[in-house]
């Protein structure tokens, strides 16, 4: 059984997230998707980052109702930054191998994979769900791989996904681009305009009770 793993700071979560997560488990026919909210993201500014505990609840709201969808909160209960490979590597010793992983990645933080630390051992421990994103080209997948990581890797058509004979495979999926961010979310609600249909409505009418993103 195959599980998906979507890490990032959600903040806040809204529709471009959960969609590919729905779209990206029935291609791979996953178990289930693990959304992770990071604690203390390495490769972001906190400013503006509302507290974990405002993210979870937001994220509980989004994902109710939806049986494959599963929160996580093992980067909060360790301490320090919330690097992948760390969580990863939990995640695969606390399963015991019985079940495979997919990590969950806009193509425009696939490619920023170098600057994450010890990047290499990512491709052991997982399988990569490249999901497209606007603006960046399926061929900068494949450049990034052999360039960075083995030029062993070639693309099978099959799978639909870049296959290496001894590390794990790096599936790409065009999915229903929706180019929404949470940056712009943020960007919206603290200039007094209206986010509605760009996330969930109990997440939009909770960061509204909060008072959340009232400042950029």
């Known amino acids: 059984m195959g599980i998906g793993i979507m890490g990032g700071t959600f ?23 693990i959304f992770i909210p990071a604690a ?3 490769h972001k500014s906190e400013m503006g980052l509302v507290s974990f505990d405002h993210r979870w609840h937001m994220m509980e709201l989004a994902t109710a109702g939806n049986p494959l969808f599963v929160l996580s909160d093992l980067e909060h209960q360790r301490q320090g930054i919330s690097d992948s490979v760390e969580t990863l590597t939990q995640l695969a010793q606390d399963r015991g191998g019985s079940e495979e992983l997919y990590f969950v990645l806009g193509l425009d933080a696939f490619l920023e994979l170098p600057t994450w630390k010890s990047y290499r051992e990512l491709f052991s421990l997982c399988h990569f769900v490249v999901v497209a994103r606007p603006g960046f080209s399926p061929e900068s997948l494949a450049a990034m791989l052999n360039t960075q990581i083995s030029e062993r890797y070639s693309f099978d058509f099959e799978v639909q ?9 790096v599936y790409y999926r065009e999915v229903t681009l929706l180019d929404i961010s949470s940056s712009t979310i943020r960007k919206l609600l603290a200039e007094g305009g209206t986010v509605r249909y760009l996330l969930p409505k109990k997440v939009e009418e909770y960061i509204q009770q909060q008072g959340l993103y009232q400042q950029l």
């Open 11 to 33: 903040n806040p979560i809204h529709f471009g997230h959960l969609r590919a997560a729905e779209e990206v488990a029935e291609s791979l026919q996953l178990q289930q998707v």
């Open 161 to 169: 996904g870049y296959f290496h004979p001894s590390l794990n495979t």
């Open 40 to 42: 203390k993201p390495p």
